[in-house]
């Protein structure tokens, strides 16, 4: 008995379940410029967590939303102690968040982690008023690009269905950096 080819749908299937239902929560960082990883829900907490962890000279990050309230078991208040230790071991953090000209509850959540932030150092910058800036985006060593739905809030980082992807791309990364400073003016 000779078996033929083997269809394309199992051998995505077989993929799918040799990775575990796990893989999507393992902390990825790419090895090599150009490589992209898929971030669904949880794994990005946990990259963020480990770019953080390994940054040397700089991190930049632009949310809508960095909620650190409710105390307890909280992922985005855990991110705020990572950003300070990374700020108290030289390297360079600035965060821009969302100001907004209608919502105090945002703007409460903000200032709440912009508070807590610059008291450990970090450079805390808000957006215009009359703009909003709806963007999720983090450059880590002018390399390392995470882009996607992922706000800074339990409920994004633990709970909620949430896809971004993480790029080892530097040019993309001068692109991005570039897209903050606009939002700065």
Excluded at 112 to 119: C, D, F, G, P, W
């Amino acid at each position: 008995m000779t078996a033929g080819p083997i269809p394309l749908a199992v051998i995505l299937l077989f993929c799918l379940l040799a990775t575990g239902p796990n893989a999507q929560a393992k902390a990825k960082v790419p090895g090599q410029p150009g490589a992209v990883h898929a971030l669904a829900d949880a794994a990005y907490h946990d990259t963020l967590t480990t770019l953080i962890n390994n940054a040397t000279q700089r991190i930049d990050l632009a949310m809508f939303l960095f909620k650190t309230t409710p105390a307890g078991d909280n992922r985005p208040a855990a991110l705020v102690r990572t950003l300070v230790a990374a700020r108290q071991r030289g390297v360079e953090v600035r965060v821009i968040l969302e100001y907004s000209s209608h919502d105090p509850t945002l703007n409460q959540a903000n200032q709440e982690t912009a508070q807590a932030l610059r008291k450990g150092g970090v450079a805390v910058f808000f957006d215009s008023p009359g703009r909003t800036s709806h963007a999720k985006l983090a450059v880590i060593d002018r390399r390392y690009c995470l882009v996607g739905s992922h706000n800074l809030t339990q409920s994004a980082l633990k709970h909620n269905h949430e896809f971004s992807l993480l790029l080892d791309n530097p040019p993309l990364a001068e692109e991005i950096l570039a897209y903050m400073e606009t939002i700065l003016q």
